[in-house]
Each structure stands twice: as C-alpha cells, then as structure tokens.
C-alpha cells in the first residue's frame, strides 16, 4: 500500500512538472499554430478554443514585388492583455526579423515570441516584421498568425487567444524605374503625370545623396497598398511608372510619400476610371 501511494504521488509530481516544463517552453514561443496548414489547433495551452473578444490584425501593403522586401505589423488586443505572444508564418514568402522587435524569433522559418511582450499600460500590443516575396509575379500568397492575450498569472488560466484573419498578397512583376540623371542637389517629389490617371502613370523624384529610399503608396485610409520602390539608390533623379491595374487599385484618392535619408514628402493622386 505504502508503495502504491509512493508512485501514485511521483506519477503526480512527474505530470506536474511536465505541464509546468510546457507551459515554461511556451512562454518562450511555439509554431505551427496559425491557419497555414489548415488544421492547426492553435494556441490550446492557453485555451482549447479561440476567443473572439482578442483580436489579432495583420497589416501592410496587399501588393509586393516579386523578390522585394516588404514591412508588416501585427496587432494584439482584447483578453487581459498583461502580455501577448504570437505565432507568424507566410505560405511561401520568406518571413524575417525587423531591427525595431528584440522579443521575436526565427524558428523553422515562422516568427513567434522569445518571451510575452508587455502592454505596459496600453490596450494594444505590436509587434514588426519583414516579409521577402516569392520570385514568381502574377501570383498570390498570404500571411498568417495567432496571438495570445495573457495575465501573465502563474499557468495559462485566464489567458486567451485568437487567429487573424489570413492576409492575401499580390506578388506583382517589379516596379519600372529609369534613371534619368546623375547630378543632383536636392530631394524632390514631383506630381505625379497623368493625373488623374488609368490605369498608368509616372512619377519623378530626386535623392541628392545615396542611400535607403521608399516610394510607397496608400488608399485614403492610410493603409499601405504598394511598395514601389524600395531599396538602395545612388545619386541622381528616377522617373517610376505605376500601373495601377498590377495592383487591383479601384477608383479613388490616393496618396504616394517619398522617404530618404530623413527626407519625407507626400503627394495625392486620382485614380480615374
């Protein structure tokens, strides 16, 4: 009897300390638990089912260029929100880390959480990725992750998690961009010509001195639609044409901003069909 008592209470402390063990591994990220491959049961350490008052958003541009390099963010919020985690993976891009998150992680090619990102008093949690596309234009993919609203209590109760809404890429061919002259001394957005425009246009701009250099476009929500240039540059002035057909723009207003060196300038444009 002594005995059996014995090794009913080791079976005890063993499953104990292997719960403790995964939650603890957890803490430190997980994958497989989006939506990419169909049948993934998500984030059940802290809940057998999603939660639909955490939300979980993707955003950033709905069209990449084939082998360009592209910003995400994803946003956390709802739950008790004392810290969050998350699972990110792409169905064939390449995902990678941003300079800007010190608590993200590459494992077999998914992002997920080194450790809980705190809220610090806030209502919402982000995170900021970089997403490379597949060198195959005139295709889509999509990105897809979980997030998981936490209180930071010893184990999982009380936690609670939910998938985003899977977000639909447009791989375009690459932007066209001329190189016009050498020489000049100063930075500059032109207007944009036609305009408005369809489905085409051209837009000229000039970056005194070398460096990283964005042109990227946005609806009149400010949302991030195209990335039309983004890269590094030399000296000169660059002329780009923007079919608006490549990226399913519909009718509208829409705003085109310029970034180098600490350099910023905005423009509109009208999309007239």
């Known amino acids: 009897m002594k005995i059996s008592k014995f090794v009913i209470i ?31 049961p998500g984030c059940t350490c802290h809940g057998t089912l999603p939660t639909t008052s955490v939300s979980v958003i993707i955003s950033g541009p709905t069209s990449v260029a ?7 963010r994803l946003k956390l919020f709802g739950g008790p929100l004392v810290g969050g985690g998350c699972n990110i993976a792409a169905q ?9 998150e010190s608590q993200l992680q590459l ?20 995170w900021t990725f970089k997403y490379k596309a597949p060198n195959s234009p ?12 936490v209180n930071m209590a010893s184990g999982s109760s009380g936690d609670a998690w939910n998938y985003a ?3 639909v890429i447009n791989i375009v061919p690459p932007t066209s961009i001329v190189k016009n002259t050498e020489t ?11 305009n408005p ?27 991030e639609v195209a990335d039309l240039v983004n890269g590094n540059l030399s000296q000169g002035s660059y002329e780009v044409t923007m079919d608006a057909s490549t990226y399913e723009l519909t009718s509208g207003m829409y705003y085109y901003r310029l970034e180098a060196n600490g350099f910023s300038e905005s423009k509109k444009m009208i999309l007239a069909k």
Request: aromatic share 10%; hydrophobic share 30%.
């Open 10 to 40: 080791v079976l005890v402390l063993l499953s104990s300390f292997a719960l403790y063990e995964t939650l603890e591994a957890y803490s430190g990220g997980i994958t497989g638990r989006t939506k990419k491959s169909g049948s993934s």
């Open 138 to 149: 005139n295709t889509k993919d999509s990105i897809f992750a979980n997030g998981n609203s």
């Open 184 to 194: 000049v001394e100063n930075y500059k957005l032109s207007q944009n010509y036609p």
């Open 197 to 223: 425009f369809n489905p085409t246009t051209k837009i000229n701009f000039s970056v005194p001195k070398s460096g990283f250099v964005t042109l990227k476009l946005y609806d009149n929500l400010g949302r």
């Open 66 to 72: 084939a082998g360009d390099t592209a910003t995400y």
């Open 165 to 167: 809404n899977n977000f």
């Open 92 to 100: 064939t891009g390449t995902l990678q880390l941003s300079y800007l």
């Open 107 to 126: 494992l077999s090619g998914e992002i997920t959480h080194t450790s809980p990102k705190l809220s610090v008093g806030g209502d919402t949690i982000r």
